[in-house]
Structure formats: structure tokens, C-alpha cells
């Protein structure tokens, strides 16, 4: 599902470096690169003159600001490169970043599941030379284990170290980022729709949409699951819904619906999820 929305963004090209297997024939402006993860953290040391950390892939996230150095030769030829997540269905990536936004701005949003840097290497370094007083560090970032959030806001992250230097950055909502601590569809940021219970998401050619039971109806940028796996009904793979928790249909039928176990379900494993990391970063900590 990923893969069929990039493909209807045509003029944007996303580079996949994977080790994992494709699903299939690939999209003309999907690349992909068979790179295991000790090759990427090879590309990554080979950038800096100190040791990093990156014990896990999950620390990428905080490395994302440093793609535009680290990735320099694949993205050549490119205006703007930007990171994103695979937990999304994007709509019309264009009908959003307009060529008024690309001329305005070196920055467009500001969350690690989506945004977009000019490529130039005084963008490209914001991240090691702009002014961090009473922020993060870059280089303790790079050289401690753990995740910092160094790619958006977190305790001073790259966005708001790119905040307080004043530099303009484009930060509209424009996409519907889920609350994962609710088993039902509630976009984050986009009020409107965080009361109604019964919200869904329709895709078609390439256009996406946030709905309601009741008639209600917003474009979006992208939806961003929040860690649901989706489950899959026989679907039109032009039109097709996202319904709560996270299935994939064709079927109408849903549409105002809601399988209260299945949300109760959810929320209780995201609630000790949590509970479980806070407890195992504590042991850590009392282990030091």
C-alpha cells in the first residue's frame, strides 16, 4: 500500500536502502538499495572523524539530519531530499508542497515521519552548525545510545534549535498524524475531527482524505499509522478505506462502525508498551 501511494506521486522519487526483500515489481520512482545495516552504519561512521553509536537501526531517527551529508552521492541532481516513515499512506504529495512552499522555504514540517531539506550543503549541515545553547548537541546525540527525537522537537531537537535561530520553516498540518493511544482514528492537530468516533480514511488515484460517518471530509497530506498493523479485506486498489484499528477495505459497510474490543485491545497494549520501556529504561538506569 505504501509503495502503490509513492508510485502516485510521480514526481517524487523515494530511495529505499533495505536489506529486506521487495514484495513485488518495483514503482519507476522507487529506488531501492540492497544495503544491509552494518553497511549503513559503515556510511554513517565514514562521515565523521569520531565513533558513533548505533547499536540498533531504531537510531537512524536521530542520524535522519544528517542524511543530506551522509546519502550526498544518491541524492545528486536533486533540489530537496526530505526522510519519512513506511507506516503511511501518502495522498498528493504535490497538491501540498506547491512550488510556492519549495521557494519559500530550506525546511517544510518538522516531525521525523516527513520532512523535506534544500539540498544544499548549508542546509545540509544545519544540523552541526547552527547555535544549540541549552539544546541538544549533535555530537553527544551521535555518540550516546538511546533515542533523542534529534530529527523534530524531543528536548530540543533540530526543529527547535532551527526555531530559535529564527530561520522560517514551514509547519502547516498538513498531514494526519494518529494518536496512538487511541484504538479509534484521531488525527492529531487536526481538531475538527479528534471528537468524532467514528473517522476513516479514503484513498483514491492518489488522492487521500480524512472523513467522518457524519459527512465531514479534509484532504491530507499523508495518514501515519502510530505502529497499527493493518489488516487486509479484498480491496479496489484505486479506492480503497482505512477504518479503525487498521483494516484495509473496499467496503462500504464499515463506514460508521466500530468493534469497541478490538480498540479496548489496542489501547491496553500501548499502555503497557509504555509501561514495560519506562520500567526497562529505570533497570538501565539503576544498572549504570
Not at 553497511?39 to 553509536?53: E, K, S, T, V, Y
Not at 477504518?243 to 466500530?258: E, M, N, P, Q, Y
Amino acid at each position: 500500500v505504501w509503495l502503490q501511494s509513492c508510485a502516485s506521486n510521480p514526481s517524487v522519487d523515494f530511495l529505499l536502502f533495505t536489506s529486506e526483500p521487495m514484495p513485488g515489481p518495483m514503482p519507476e520512482n522507487v529506488k531501492h538499495f540492497p544495503l544491509d545495516f552494518e553497511q549503513l552504519r559503515g556510511m554513517f561512521q565514514a562521515n565523521f572523524d569520531f565513533p558513533i553509536c548505533m547499536d540498533t537501526p531504531y537510531k537512524f531517527c536521530d542520524f535522519k539530519p544528517s542524511y543530506g551529508e551522509v546519502f550526498a552521492k544518491y541524492l545528486s541532481g536533486y533540489d530537496f531530499w526530505g526522510h519519512c516513515d513506511i507506516d503511511l499512506i501518502w495522498g498528493d504529495i504535490r497538491r501540498f508542497v506547491t512550488e510556492d512552499v519549495l521557494e519559500q522555504y530550506n525546511r517544510i514540517y518538522t516531525r521525523g515521519h516527513c520532512t523535506i531539506y534544500r539540498n544544499i550543503p548549508e542546509v545540509n549541515a544545519w544540523y552541526r552548525t547552527l547555535p544549540h545553547e541549552g539544546l541538544l548537541d549533535w555530537k553527544y546525540v551521535f555518540t550516546h545510545e538511546g533515542s533523542f527525537c534529534f530529527d523534530e522537537w524531543g528536548d530540543g531537537g533540530l526543529s527547535r534549535i532551527i526555531k530559535e535561530n529564527g530561520i522560517p520553516n514551514y509547519d502547516v498540518m498538513d498531514m494526519a498524524d494518529l494518536d496512538i493511544s487511541k484504538g479509534w482514528l484521531s488525527p492529531r492537530w487536526i481538531s475538527e475531527y479528534q471528537s468524532e468516533e467514528t473517522n476513516y480514511f479514503e484513498w483514491q488515484n492518489g488522492k487521500l482524505w480524512v472523513c467522518t460517518a457524519e459527512g465531514m471530509r479534509k484532504e491530507v497530506l499523508y495518514v501515519h499509522f502510530q505502529k497499527r498493523k493493518l489488516t487486509f479485506e479484498p480491496y479496489d486498489k484505486d479506492h480503497f478505506y482505512l477504518f479503525a484499528v487498521g483494516l484495509i477495505s473496499s467496503d462500504r459497510s464499515h463506514i460508521g462502525k466500530r468493534d469497541r474490543q478490538k480498540e479496548k485491545n489496542f489501547e491496553r497494549n500501548y499502555w503497557k508498551n509504555r509501561i514495560i520501556g519506562k520500567l526497562g529504561r529505570m533497570c538501565k538506569g539503576l544498572k549504570r
